[in-house]
């Protein structure tokens, strides 16, 4: 079942037994798994599962508790998160982070100007930032206050900041949540369009639908453990995911 | 506008430059303690207005600066341009060594703990037998007013001209997204913590050149004035009136209230303190983000500018 192809694609990220405490809540329990390079990963489970702690632990705005975490083989135990932004760990806040006094388009130019790209001057940087947010089809609101925007649109500009950062590895918290069905629609393309660009992507989704066509592979989460781990098909029915995660999802 | 902007600011240099000669000794004292205070306004502008970090405390920068260039010239008989530079250093390693742990701490905490850096390094030198214990120094007198003014004027050129390029370089930026929300600047590649002892460090260095220029014009120090609590309130309220985290506002705020404070103590000596506090309370209330802001959007909102602003202050 597992494995198949395992050995003949690299792997860009893997999480060695890795586990998160807060005092005596276990966040993330033992948590192993290998993201291969370019693949879509989907990362479901009931609320406070442990998905954005595992994200916090990977972009290093938490550190482990216990375990490994490895980025091209190389630990990253111990790096400030700019530093794995640098790398090209590149992240969006489930709970927005918007620059709030900033326009539009400078909240995107942060992430260009200090991304994994080598230093840009402020006038490309702009032009890279402007790049972005017509590709999440917020072109038009770029001289906007970032804090005049609505909700779906705070969403897509999570997604340039994270972009303009060109992540090789992007790790994506509920960006679709709250948004329509053409909205999802509209934003799983995008992701499509993300990886063809060669970029490797671990989704947080609660969305089914979405989930099920984005991902190539899928892990579950309950109560901070792995307790699944494959297709979308395979994974989705499994009896202790249903049990675990669909019966108790939200909505 | 922008270029109309500069030119008249390149005017306005070259107008206080000519002051000395043409104008009163007193009005050159009074233009040399302004112009410090410009300097200091600007450099509270780069931790507190670009960065975020409200200090307290940046009177501890003026004080050691003031300490450096002291002990520098009576101690060991240095110029006083190498005073200057022994009285920076000082005060730029003194903000990368505290500024590590304290800008660990956000909002109030920062702010309070800042507050306390003056008082304690106030204690530490009143025992120092090097700097005079709480008897203070006494350097050597030069009648140079026109000197120390030309210089003031350098210095708070000179900070304008670094606040302007934070304005627009990259390094800037990062201190700005610090100050929006600094988890998210980090996850983006922002090196925060650097970047933030960068701007206390850089903050020190202009407070502490204005120290060491008042310490040689004044020709006496002593803990008390030199660590003088009151200089952080009045610089932060000089930065904030004009405008915190713009260019030139700190300049123009500190100007503005410097004239203010010195004609209110000059008319009505006894109420002038309170007097003033009543202005800056209005001037809070009514232009929260600064006359810079304020002259900008005033013409074209009118009255419903102060009305916009005391609805934002919610009170
Ligand atoms: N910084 C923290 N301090 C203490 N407890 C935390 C912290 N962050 C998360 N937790 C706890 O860890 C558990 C996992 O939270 P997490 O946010 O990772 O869940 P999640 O799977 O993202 O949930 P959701 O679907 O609601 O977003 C929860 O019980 C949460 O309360
Ligand atoms: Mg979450």
């Given at each position: 079942?597992s494995g198949?192809?395992?050995g003949e694609?690299?792997?860009?990220f893997e999480a060695?037994h890795?586990?998160r405490?807060f005092?005596?809540l ?5 948590v192993?798994y290998r993201?291969n390079?370019g693949?879509?990963l989907?990362l479901?489970g009931?609320?406070?599962a442990?998905k954005t702690t ?5 972009s290093?705005t938490?550190?482990p508790?216990?375990?490994e975490?490895l980025?091209?083989?190389?630990p ?6 700019y530093?794995r ?8 806040f489930?709970?927005?982070k ?16 200090f991304?994994r790209q080598p230093?840009?001057?402020m ?10 947010l ?5 072109g ?14 705070r ?6 900041k994270?972009?303009a950062?060109?992540p090789?590895?992007l790790?994506?918290?509920?960006v679709?949540?709250?948004l329509?069905a ?6 799983v393309a995008?992701i499509?369009?993300?990886r ?5 992507i671990?989704?947080i989704e ?5 989930i ?8 579950v989460?309950q ?20 049990e ?5 999802r939200r909505g | ?5 500069w ?7 070259a107008?206080?430059a000519?002051v ?8 050159v004292?009074?233009g ?22 409200a200090?307290f405390?940046?009177?501890?920068f003026?004080?050691l600066?003031?300490?450096g ?14 005073g200057?530079v ?18 660990r ?5 920062f702010?309070?703990?800042?507050l306390?850096?003056?008082e ?14 709480n008897?203070?120094?006494i ?5 140079g007013d026109?000197m120390?003014y030309?210089?003031?004027?350098g210095?708070?050129?000179?900070a ?6 934070l ?6 930026f ?6 929006e929300?600094e ?8 090196p ?6 960068m701007?206390?460090?850089?903050a020190?260095?202009f407070?502490?050149?204005?120290g060491?220029i008042?310490?040689y ?12 609590l009151?200089?952080?309130?009045r610089?932060i ?6 405008g915190a985290?713009t260019?030139l506002g ?18 009505i000596?006894?109420?002038?303190s309170?007097f003033?506090?009543?202005?800056i309370i209005?001037?809070?209330l009514?232009t ?8 900008r959007?005033l013409p074209r909102?009118g ?13």
């Open positions: 079942m198949r192809d395992a694609r690299t792997v860009l060695r890795v586990t405490r005092g005596g276990v966040a993330v329990s033992d192993s993201h390079q693949e879509i989907g479901i009931p609320n406070g442990g595992l994200i916090n632990l990977i290093g938490l550190e508790t216990g375990g975490l980025f091209e083989g190389r990253l135990k111990g790096m400030a998160p530093r932004a640098h790398l090209g760990i590149g992240r969006t489930q709970l927005m918007p620059f709030p006094g900033l326009s539009v388009l400078d909240n995107v130019t942060a992430g260009a100007l991304g230093e840009l001057a006038a490309k940087a702009r032009d890279l930032a402007a790049h972005w017509e590709f999440v089809g917020l038009e609101k770029a001289s906007q206050p970032a804090d005049a925007l609505g909700g779906p649109d969403k897509r500009l999570e997604l340039a994270a972009l950062l060109q090789r590895l790790l994506l918290d509920e679709m949540a709250g329509n053409v909205e999802i629609d509209e934003v995008l499509q369009r993300i063809d660009g060669g970029t490797t671990l989704v609660h969305v089914v639908k979405a099920r066509k984005l991902s190539d592979r899928l892990l989460l109560y901070g453990q792995l307790i699944a781990e494959g297709t979308a098909e395979s994974v989705l029915e499994d009896p202790a995911v249903i675990a995660y669909l019966g108790r | 506008m922008r270029a109309l902007v030119v008249l600011a390149a005017a306005a240099v107008a206080l000519i000395p000669f043409t104008l009163s000794p007193v009005m004292q009074f040399i303690s302004m112009l410090l205070f410009a300097v200091l306004a600007q450099g509270w502008n780069i931790i507190g207005g670009f960065t975020g970090y200090s405390g940046n009177s501890v003026f004080g600066g003031t300490y260039t002291a002990v520098a010239m009576v101690q060991f008989h240095l110029s006083f341009a190498l200057l022994i009285g920076a250093a000082v005060a730029v390693a003194f903000a990368v060594l505290i500024g590590l742990p304290v800008l701490l956000r909002g109030h905490y702010a309070i703990t800042t306390a850096l003056s304690a390094v106030a204690a530490i030198i009143s025992n120092l037998d090097i700097a005079g214990r008897q203070g120094l350097l050597p007198l030069i009648r026109t120390f030309e210089l003031s004027l210095l708070m050129v000179l304008t001209l670094t606040v302007l390029w304005a627009r370089s990259r390094f800037g990062g201190l700005i997204a610090i100050r929300r988890d998210a600047a980090e996850v983006m590649g922002i925060t913590t650097r970047y933030k002892v701007a206390f460090a850089l020190a260095l407070s502490a050149l204005a060491g008042q310490a014009y004044l020709t006496f120090i002593d803990p008390a004035s030199a660590f003088d009151s200089l952080n309130v610089m309220i000089m930065a904030v009136f004009g985290g260019v700190p300049v123009i705020g500190a100007f503005l209230l410097s004239g203010v404070s010195e004609v209110l103590a000059s008319y000596t006894g109420v002038a309170l003033f506090g009543l202005v209005a001037a809070v009514f929260p983000k600064g006359v810079i802001d304020a002259a959007r909102r009255l419903a500018y102060f009305l916009d602003a005391v609805r934002e202050t919610r009170l």
